[in-house]
Structure formats: structure tokens, C-alpha cells
């Protein structure tokens, strides 16, 4: 099995079409479709169910591309490091974050990042939580600056960056604002604006809300930060989330919230394990490191 197998079999994945790969990988569609073949006849499976429009993953397909993932991740990251002990850090870094992340200025960090190692590539994808431990676990992100979704395992570790309590945010003139902190129970009617069940904010109230045994409806769901803003300004309903969030929009009210056990938002920085992080990524974390003293 040849590494331009796997690259060539992970670009039509990707584009889910020959052509559009064949361009991108800047080689001819007849090169790429014997590449595929010679593949699938190495692994005696079909890879790929072809159509005239599009070609998705066989089963098969599904099995063999979180592998040739994980084989290509490893193989940037061996270049690098040979790269890195001849005091050069160049290559690609890929990383992912949530909107708004606590405990980390990801402009700030990667401009910092790119001041001191001009020769490597950023990629930066903004993604929710759970999504970025997936990118992170299969060799797509060389890191990701998330809500912590799941504990360590042999595919993905975690390195704390922040944890801070859950607030509710209302419109001045609703009826809760006299109050000095808030419970689950005392809210469970409210109309909730909140983000896609991926985001970590979402995920940590749901778990907040789980924990105190109390259920709610969301009834506006939002993709960024400003809709929910913008929601709860219009006094359209509440929003539960993490304590930074109350200092973007002065206006409203932010209240405590109680009740919830040991539930709080927690931002981590996901990584791979140690052996296939690059060494752009662990700059980039040394780097972070310096910065928060």
C-alpha cells in the first residue's frame, strides 16, 4: 500500500467526486481513478458506490478513512519533526475552536504563532465541540480549543485551560432580573434561546439542566454568538451561558446560576496523543503556555 494511495483515496472522499479531486490533487482523473482501483483491489473491497453526479463511501470506504487519516497525520508529523530538530518548524498547523472560547485569544495566539514561525501554514476551522474532538481524534486538526465534551482516551487528550460558572442572561425589563441567582427550576418555563446542540455552551447547560433533574424546551436556536445576543436584547427569551458572555453585551442582565452540583463550562485545548502531536502544534501550546504566565 503506497502513501499516494491513501492521499488520492482521502481527496475523493473528501470532494465525493473524481474530477473535482483529480484537480485538486493536480493529477490526471484516468491516474486517479487506477490509484483508487489498484487500492481496492489490494484491500479486496469496494471503496467507493460511483454515480454519475457524486461518489460516496462503502462501508468498506468508511472503515479504511479514519485509518488513512490517522497514517497521513502521522506522516506530516514525521516530516516535521525532522524539520523541527534541524531547528525549522514549518509545515501546516490546522486548528479548530468554538466561538468565543474562554482562556484563549485565538487571534492574539496565532498571530503571535505566525511572528515567530513565518514558514508554517495556518488553517484555522470554527466548529462546535464535539465535531473538533472528532477532527482532532482522526488526524484532521493538529488541535482544537473546545468545551471538554469527553475524558482523555487513547486517540485524544486534553490540557485545562479555564472552567467558570453558568449565568443567565434576560432582557432588563423580564421579571427574573430582581432576583439574586437563579435555578434550574426557577426557569424551566422560560422561552430559551440557545446554540446547536454541538456548541459547548449548549452542552453545558444541558448538562446543568440534567444534573438539577429539570427540562426545558429551546425554542430559538442559534449558530453564533450575536443572534443569541441579539434574542435575548429583543427580550425574545433567556439564555444560560458561561460567565465571560455577560461582558459582551452590557445591557443585559446576568444572573447566577444555582443549583447545578459541579457542573461548569470548561474550555480545554484538545490534542493528539504526544507521539503524534507536531511540532507546530506543540509551539503553538508552548507558546500559549508563556503567554498565561
Not at 472522499?13 to 491516474?31: I, K, W
Not at 484532521?140 to 487528550?157: H, K, N, V
Request: aromatic share 4%; proline share 4%; net charge negative.
Amino acid at each position: 500500500m503506497e502513501l499516494r494511495h491513501l492521499q488520492h483515496f482521502v481527496a475523493v472522499a473528501e470532494d465525493q467526486h473524481f474530477t473535482r479531486a483529480a484537480e485538486r490533487l493536480m493529477v490526471s482523473q484516468s491516474g486517479l481513478s487506477a490509484s483508487i482501483r489498484a487500492l481496492e483491489r489490494e484491500l479486496r473491497a469496494p471503496l467507493f458506490v460511483r454515480t454519475t453526479r457524486r461518489v460516496t463511501l462503502t462501508e468498506a470506504g468508511r472503515a479504511l478513512l479514519a485509518e488513512a487519516e490517522r497514517i497521513l497525520a502521522q506522516v506530516r508529523a514525521a516530516h516535521e519533526a525532522v524539520a523541527a530538530v534541524q531547528g525549522v518548524v514549518r509545515g501546516t498547523l490546522s486548528v479548530g475552536t468554538e466561538q468565543c472560547i474562554a482562556g484563549v485569544h485565538v487571534a492574539g495566539l496565532l498571530a503571535a504563532f505566525r511572528r515567530r514561525h513565518p514558514d508554517v501554514e495556518i488553517r484555522l476551522r470554527q466548529s462546535g465541540s464535539g465535531a473538533l474532538a472528532e477532527e482532532v481524534a482522526a488526524g484532521r486538526l493538529d488541535l482544537a480549543f473546545a468545551y471538554r465534551t469527553q475524558a482523555d482516551s487513547e486517540q485524544l487528550r486534553s490540557a485545562s485551560l479555564t472552567d467558570e460558572p453558568m449565568y443567565v442572561l434576560c432582557h432588563p425589563d423580564h421579571r427574573l432580573t430582581g432576583a439574586a441567582a437563579l435555578t434550574p427550576a426557577d426557569v424551566a418555563d422560560e422561552v430559551f434561546v440557545d446554540f446547536h446542540p454541538d456548541w459547548g455552551p449548549r452542552r453545558a447547560t444541558d448538562a446543568a439542566f440534567a444534573a438539577a433533574g429539570v427540562r426545558r424546551t429551546v425554542a430559538l436556536e442559534v449558530n453564533d454568538v450575536h443572534s443569541l445576543l441579539d434574542l435575548v436584547d429583543e427580550n425574545l427569551g433567556i439564555a444560560v451561558v458561561p460567565r465571560h458572555f455577560r461582558h459582551k453585551r452590557e445591557a443585559l442582565t446576568a444572573l447566577p446560576l444555582k443549583g447545578t452540583g459541579e457542573v461548569v463550562y470548561e474550555t480545554v485545548a484538545l490534542l493528539p496523543p504526544a507521539r503524534a502531536t507536531s511540532p507546530a502544534a506543540r509551539a503553538l501550546m508552548a507558546l500559549l503556555e508563556t503567554e498565561r504566565g
